[in-house]
């Protein structure tokens, strides 16, 4: 397998790319700062790419971490395989051992976004051995999602657009219409006003248009329906840090606060006037609070 194209316009000084293969897919990643220094792996959310993370990438380098940013299976440039069982919680996790198999790193710090930090959850109750700090930005624990979405009828009615999702083919024919106009207009309505620029939304819509991606991405939802082994018993022992948004129009705050149950060395933090985008709106807060967790 081959990468057929690069993202090289959006590199910044110090950033370069590369192509991990981790067994059945390839995975396009960009990476910063030294190889030899401590990894941090940063995992973007829906319906990102790695470039979500262009605001902190620089920051943790400079910072002396090896910063590696993946494409997630099936966004942007890496492989987007078809069927829904290509993208079980599970095979995602598979993906992140894989990748820090081939880095070679016995540990990794792993820094996750909504879907980032959901695979996140599960990578640290699955491999306890392979990680030394969490972090989960606006990402709920996988095992505790539908259970909030039950108790709480102001979550459920948040969580709604998964269930839209679940329908074959009508989502992607509702998101792709008009240039993915619904998607433009979600992450403007959802974000604080001047987040995502019309550019910012152009060059995300050029990923959404990648063979096969579209359909890729809700998978990650349809998949949520599959057999998957149940982890909320297994306390995460990782030192862990939870980021929200006050503002998260998806994830109400008691959704991060019941996160802090699953881990034995756990803190939650909010932030004021933030939305679920809070790693693009307060970029300097966000680096400000991963740089004294991820060093100190």
């Known amino acids: 397998m081959m990468l057929l194209e690069t993202d090289t316009t959006l590199l910044e000084p110090g950033w370069r790319e590369s192509a991990h293969d981790v067994g059945d897919v390839l995975l396009h990643v960009v990476e910063a700062g ?10 973007h959310g829906f319906p990102e790419f790695w470039w979500g993370w262009r605001h902190q990438m620089t920051a943790l380098a400079e910072a002396g971490h090896h910063v590696v940013v993946p494409d997630l299976r099936g966004h942007n440039l890496s492989d987007a395989p078809s ?19 081939g880095l070679g790193a016995d540990q990794v710090d792993l820094v996750g976004h909504d879907w980032g930090a959901m695979v996140g959850w599960r990578f640290a109750a699955q491999h306890p051995e392979r990680l030394r700090r969490l972090v989960a930005l606006a990402g709920p624990h996988p095992d505790l999602l539908l259970r909030s979405a039950l108790s709480s009828p102001l979550q459920l009615v948040r969580s709604s657009y998964a269930g839209l999702f679940q329908l074959p083919w009508l989502p992607e024919s509702v998101l792709r219409a008009a240039g993915f106009a619904l998607l433009r207009r979600t992450l403007r309505s959802t974000s604080a006003p001047g987040t995502f620029s019309d550019a910012d939304l152009d060059r995300h819509a050029e990923a959404w248009s990648r063979p096969g991606s579209l359909t890729a991405m809700l998978d990650y939802y349809r998949a949520l329906r599959l057999p998957r082994a149940s982890l909320a018993a297994v306390r995460v022992t990782a030192p862990t840090l939870v980021l929200w948004g006050e503002n998260d129009v998806f994830l109400d705050t008691g959704v991060g606060e019941a ?14 006037g933030a939305t679920h985008w809070l790693h693009h709106e307060q970029p300097e807060r966000v680096n400000g609070e991963l740089l004294a967790f991820l060093t100190g």
């Open 259 to 272: 996160t802090l149950v699953q881990c034995t060395d756990a803190r939650l933090v909010v932030l004021d």
């Open 34 to 43: 030294d190889p030899g220094d401590p990894v941090v792996v940063l995992l």
């Open 83 to 101: 069927g829904v069982a290509n993208y079980h919680l599970d095979v995602l996790v598979r993906d992140v051992v894989g990748l820090v198999a």
